[in-house]
């Protein structure tokens, strides 16, 4: 893959922006790669991603960044500009269930994902192996009902310590305490089992059957301390019919919890997705 | 098409149900050209849908009838049999969109559903010209705001007097009255614009646009006094993503309810539904 | 709906495009409703589509297409600008299927398609009534098998007096001839009712029965010389099972068919398809 | 999961089959968990697939086999009995590309498939560590392009040795030799990377780009002496743009390669796929 710079942009709607940006990458030579826009009409607010060929400017990123910011000040543009070879840090959470953490495991082994995964944290031991042959650190931390605030300061020094810059909840079942999502507001990614807003919380599969829907889905989303109400990523569903019980339908999603979590986390990692209040701009490939 | 009798069942779980039914067929020369079964594990309740070439037996639906009710008894069956030819009586409603509507008419119309339509019953006049277009007799039965319970008297009147078993709700924009769903019990079928349980109630899609989700969708259900909870007979769904407005999804919303609430309509007019407590059993083919 | 213009640009990959038509389009202060872009990297060739607020613009189309004319030239740009409400002028063809007609003309008809339908040419009778209802001209041409060519000289002389730029072939079930697919290159859209390139020709939901594939599809396409193996617009899919004939097929393919129609012309008609090569460029919504 | 007796059986359609196995397992107490028909108007061919609870019956598999006997004979089914206990054997083949091989070990792993995973031939060392954390016995078996049968003898020894009774071509690119395609008819499985009968052959992904299509897919199906023509079992499809080239395609359609595959497996490893002509029966649950 070419090394690029992601600029990725949002400021309020006005004209003159995009003609600002592309005189400035056409002075420094910025061949683009890859370009997508979206105006919110509502809020009246600007979205821009560019991917610019690296070897094509004549600028470095920190010169690019330096070089930008008057532009940006000018537009009150909330911005960055990141070269596509410094990889994104990922910290994995997990429990028991491997499926989501097999398949981003994989995918980043065999060099679908581009980031560098840093760990595994864990409350439970039984995937340390699986997680051991892909040469990841796997940090045990036990989330003891009684008093869980120990654990997750535990939790968020583990991720300090490995700068990790996005943590994946890949089934983790605890609920990620609110200390810990401001800190890392848009970073903590989770999967859902459940079409959200529909069957928020505990055992959505179950409170599907009960409802008796002819699809089950799972939502990938940012968590924010209201839980299963963050911004959504991604999104995906899959039938089901009158002879599948609570337990096909956990079979059947984990299907879709793993096509949703790594897509969306694909997309957070090529700097695709852009948080806007409660929702996300995602300019997909 | 062929003239079938459809033979539909539901009652406890026990060994030797299949075996009578099967024998009694055989007997009777019975040619079985679509069988379904289903066992609901949790309620021990079992469900079957036999498709028969009328033809090949040697009784006719009455006599099939009279001869079955010991079988039914033994088994403490709930049953009926129904003879394909004689075609279930369709009531629309409709308020002014016309896309179920004219979805509806025009499959019933080139011969695909296998039905009589009786009528539209509307609160506007806008959609007469097209339902007359069709030879079907159009009802105005304006519902005002102040006092609806007369127009639904007058509702209730004009489905039993076109003897109507079937009542359809294409987009209609009234809460159907208590009355009228029990009096109707599992014949009044709603289109709702929402993957339900998302979104109940009025503006699904302006809720989904709010919320920011990726895929929207429609639910064909039953009717029952619990505003949009009744069973769920066929959901489908539709990708959006961040250009979309609240105008597109119902524009693009639009192509879903059509599909969902035609292909409901099929399976209960051609006695695939099953309803069994708040869920269906669907034998779809 | 906002009057817009709507421009579009093919031309040879290199810097400073983008710069120089968005510092156009700032010059005249045009605010940029949806902007997209595409490099085919294989043959180094870029393509863009700007839908601009009409009011927002200083200059009117025809200036506009004057004034842009000297960057085109510079960057050797196949390029064009449109007024959103020059509604484009649409010929359907049928010949007795109503399903694509009906669609097309009922989205029109609600306001969803932005076009004007200038007449239907038909080689049966069958469908003129329906036609008729929305106000649309109706033209009978018979093409008897033993000679096709007047026939289609005067369904030529039927487009060009209607001064459609559109043709529809909405399930007609006759070969477009060489001549008029080279008259109306990228003109003509067809449906065909398989997921190309399976099933080429006659037949296919047989082909396909025969098969025993476990999906069915559909197809819509720019009309060339080759049977059916000009562009791609669009395509999707509808799952089958195998109790499903092929006559199933045909009921079930109806549906993927008028969707997938439908939502070609659309892109079609909204100036969102450029054809490249034998291949197209859609900049979906 | 209970322990079940799985009944497959085809055989001329006649009035009085369903009646007489029902009976015949009436009279052994069997409780029925899952029934499946099928007639093929066609061919007046009929097909059935009984669960029945293992521990329901007051037979054991060999009882059940014998005195079953009579009733095949008389109605000249093909047919089988299975102990869902007795797990098939499976022997999975691949070449470098782990996604598939990865996802049916992980599936395998966590109790999804119900088989054993005898081993694994490979022609190239490069998943030996993958596979050997799995416990599965590797088997490199190198196949040099000059002279390809000594190594086929070698696989074909290797199998039966393991005495696999389903051979699995986990993306195993090499084309299977007529004399194993008919050793193991109806056992051998292949992922194709297409939607056939599209893009038959080397290259799929590569055949699709040039060709402009709007959906890629994968196809699940038996392997015969006839390149990518085999009975299909299962095939899906995923959306692409004109902004995927021929290397994404390679990496979108992996997502849908792995779950065709795996589904399809799982219906083969259930008895739930009856191969009919060049068609496949597949009765899913």
């Not at 809020?43 to 008057?70: C, G, N, Y």
């Not at 869980?148 to 996005?166: G, L, N, S």
Request: include cysteine; hydrophobic fraction near 40%; charged fraction near 25%.
């Amino acid at each position: 893959m070419k090394k690029t710079f992601r600029l990725v942009i949002s400021c309020p709607d006005r004209i003159g922006i995009v003609a600002a940006v592309s005189q400035f990458l056409n002075e420094r030579k910025g061949s683009i790669t890859e370009a997508s826009h979206h105006t919110d009409q509502e809020s009246k607010w600007f979205f821009m991603r560019h991917e610019i060929d690296a070897e094509s400017l004549s600028v470095d990123v920190a010169t690019f960044r330096e070089q930008f910011a008057p532009i940006a000040e000018e537009f009150d543009m909330k911005w960055y500009v990141k070269d596509s070879e410094v990889l994104p840090k990922v910290m994995l959470l997990a429990t028991k269930e491997s499926h989501c953490l097999n398949d981003i495991m994989h995918r980043w082994h065999t060099g679908e994902l581009n980031c560098e995964i840093v760990g595994v944290i864990a409350n439970h031991e039984s995937l340390r192996s699986m997680v051991e042959w892909y040469n990841i650190p796997y940090h045990y931390i036990s989330v003891p009902k009684e008093d869980k605030m120990p654990a997750f300061h535990q939790i968020e020094k583990c991720i300090d310590d490995a700068q990790a810059d996005t943590i994946v909840l890949a089934r983790y079942m605890q609920i990620f305490p609110e200390f810990l999502c401001q800190k890392y507001q848009h970073k903590v990614i989770n999967i859902h089992h459940s079409f959200l807003p529909s069957f928020i919380g505990a055992k959505p599969y179950h409170q599907a059957a009960v409802r008796g829907v002819k699809l089950i889905g799972a939502t990938c989303h940012y968590v924010t301390a209201d839980l299963d109400a963050g911004p959504i990523i991604e999104q995906d569903v899959i039938r089901v019919r009158h002879s599948h019980t609570a337990t096909d339908m956990v079979r059947l999603g984990k299907d879709i919890e793993k096509l949703v979590l790594s897509r969306g986390l694909r997309y957070h990692l090529e700097d695709r997705v852009i948080v806007h209040g409660n929702k996300t701009i995602v300019f997909a490939d």
